[in-house]
C-alpha cells in the first residue's frame, strides 16, 4: 500500500469467521492501525446495557422498557431509578429512593454565594454547570476513585437531589428575584416548579397538571445512549474525575444548538415563519433550495432514519397538555404544518427527514410557562439519570481512560530552518 508517499507491506491474514487467524485488537495495537470515524458516525464506541436504541425502525427501550410505556406508566423518579440501578424499583425501594432525594435538597449557604457572584444576565446553563462542578469541591470525597459503593451512591443521589434547586436557582439568577427554598412536601417537579415561580409572599399552587406534563418530558429526555452529552460524561469520567466535574462536562455538552439547544433554535425557527406570515409550505420550499437552503430545525436526526419516537409521543402530549391549560399557541399549528407537508413531500420522504424529540417540546414548555433560555436546563434536568447511570456503568466495568487516536493530515517532518 502506498500512502503519503511512503510504501507500507501488510501481512495478508487467512482465518475464518469463527476462528479469526489474528486477533485485530492486537493487530492493531502491534501495527498502530487505527480507523477514520470522524465523530463516531457508524462505529460503536462503547458496550452498554442501559438504553437500546434502533434508529431504522424507531424504537427506543431502557432497559429492555419501551419508552412509549415508560412516559406512560412511570414517574420519572422510578425512571431514574431504573436506569441508575437496572431495575424498576418495588414500593419499598421507590419509597426509600425518594425519601433519600429529599433529605439533600437544600444546598450548602455558600453554594449561594457562588450563585451571587453571577451577573444576572448570565445563560442558566453556564450557571447550571458551575454549581453543580462546585459540589466536588463541597463533597471532596467525591474525587477519592475508589471510594466505596455507599459514598457514589451518596454522590448521586445528592445530584439528583440537588439538580432541580440549582437549576430553579440559575433562573431565579436571571430574572433577578431571590431564590426560593425546596419544599420537601413536594413530589419532584412540583418542588422545581415551585422554587422556579413561586414570588415572596405570595401564596403559589402548583397546577397538577404542569406537573404532570413535566415529568413526563423529563421520563422522554431522561437517556439517548452515546450521544455528546453522555460520551463527553463517560471520556471525563475515565480519567477518574469525579461524578460531579463529569456530570458538569455533560451540561456543558449538551447546552449547544446542536444538542440540546436544538428546541430553543425550533421556538426561533417557527416564531420567525410566524412573523412572515406563517406560510409552512415557503420555508419547506426554501429548505429544499439547492443554492441557499433553508436550514429546518427539529428535522433529522443523526441515528433515526424513521420517527424519532420520543416526537410522536411528545406530538401528541402537546396537543393534550395545551388543550388542557387553554393555551393557544399559532406556533403549535405551523408546526404541525411544517410536519404534515414535509411527511407527504418526495424530498423529506426521500431524505428521511422526520421532526425530532426537539421538535415539539420546545412548544410545551412554553406552554407551561418555561422561558426560552431554560429549555436546555430542562434537558438536563431529565438526562441527569441517563448520565449518572453511563457514568457508573463506565466505572463499574472499569473501563480504560478514554484515548480517541487521530490520523494525522499535516505536513511530514520538515527540516527546521532559521530566519
Ligand atoms: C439526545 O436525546 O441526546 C439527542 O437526540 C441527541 C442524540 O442522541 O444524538
Known amino acids: 500500500l502506498s500512502y503519503n508517499g511512503q510504501e507500507y507491506e501488510f501481512p495478508v491474514i487467512i482465518g475464518t469467521e469463527n476462528e479469526p487467524a489474528i486477533d485485530i485488537a492486537k493487530l492493531r495495537s502491534a501495527t498502530g492501525l487505527i480507523t477514520l470515524d470522524s465523530g463516531f458516525k457508524n462505529t460503536g464506541s462503547t458496550t452498554s446495557s442501559i438504553t437500546f436504541l434502533d434508529g431504522e ?86 474525587l477519592n476513585p475508589n471510594a466505596s459503593a455507599e459514598d457514589v451512591n451518596l454522590s448521586i443521589v445528592r445530584l439528583i437531589a440537588k439538580m432541580p434547586t440549582f437549576a430553579a436557582w440559575a433562573y431565579k439568577n436571571k430574572v433577578g428575584h431571590p431564590v426560593n427554598y425546596p419544599d420537601n412536601s ?85 416564531e420567525a415563519i410566524k412573523a412572515d406570515g406563517g406560510d409552512a409550505k415557503k420555508y419547506l420550499d426554501k429548505a429544499k433550495d439547492k443554492n441557499d437552503p433553508f436550514r429546518l430545525m427539529g428535522f433529522g436526526h443523526r441515528v433515526y432514519k424513521n420517527f ?56 410545551i414548555y412554553r406552554a407551561l410557562g418555561i422561558p426560552t433560555d431554560m429549555f436546555t436546563v430542562m434537558f438536563a434536568l431529565g438526562r441527569l439519570p441517563g448520565w449518572i447511570a453511563q457514568w457508573k456503568e463506565m466505572r463499574e466495568n472499569g473501563e480504560p481512560i478514554g484515548r480517541p487516536r487521530q490520523v494525522y493530515t499535516g505536513a511530514t517532518e520538515r527540516d527546521y530552518v532559521s530566519m
Open 186 to 270: 413536594l413530589d419532584y417537579c412540583s418542588n422545581f416548579l415551585k422554587m422556579m415561580f413561586a414570588l415572596p409572599a405570595e401564596r403559589y399552587e402548583v397546577d397538577p397538571i404542569v406537573a404532570k406534563a413535566l415529568d413526563a418530558l423529563l421520563i422522554l429526555h431522561a437517556d439517548h445512549e452515546q450521544n455528546c452529552s453522555t460520551s463527553t460524561v463517560r471520556i471525563v469520567g475515565s480519567s477518574q474525575a469525579s461524578i460531579y466535574a463529569s456530570i458538569s462536562a455533560g451540561i456543558n455538552a449538551l447546552w449547544g444548538p446542536l444538542h440540546g439547544g436544538a428546541n430553543q433554535s425550533v421556538i426561533e425557527m417557527l
Open 57 to 142: 425502525e424507531g424504537v427506543l427501550r431502557y432497559r429492555g422498557y419501551r419508552i412509549e410505556d415508560l412516559a406512560e406508566k412511570s414517574s420519572f423518579i422510578e425512571v431514574a431509578y431504573l436506569l441508575i440501578y437496572g431495575e424498576l424499583p418495588t414500593q419499598q425501594q421507590y419509597e426509600d429512593f425518594t425519601r433519600e432525594i429529599t433529605m439533600h435538597t437544600l444546598v450548602h449557604e455558600d453554594i449561594k454565594k457562588i450563585l451571587d457572584g453571577f451577573p444576572s444576565n448570565a445563560h442558566p446553563m453556564g450557571v447550571l454547570s458551575s454549581l453543580i462542578c462546585s459540589l466536588s469541591a463541597f463533597y471532596p470525597d467525591s
Open 308 to 363: 424519532d419516537p420520543r416526537a410522536k409521543i411528545i406530538k401528541k402530549a402537546a396537543d393534550d397538555v395545551l388543550n388542557k391549560l387553554g393555551v393557544k399557541d399559532p406556533v403549535l399549528d405551523i408546526a404541525k404544518e411544517l410536519e404534515y407537508a414535509a411527511l407527504n413531500d418526495q424530498y423529506f420522504v426521500d431524505r428521511k427527514l422526520y421532526p425530532n424529540v426537539d421538535f415539539y417540546s420546545g412548544i
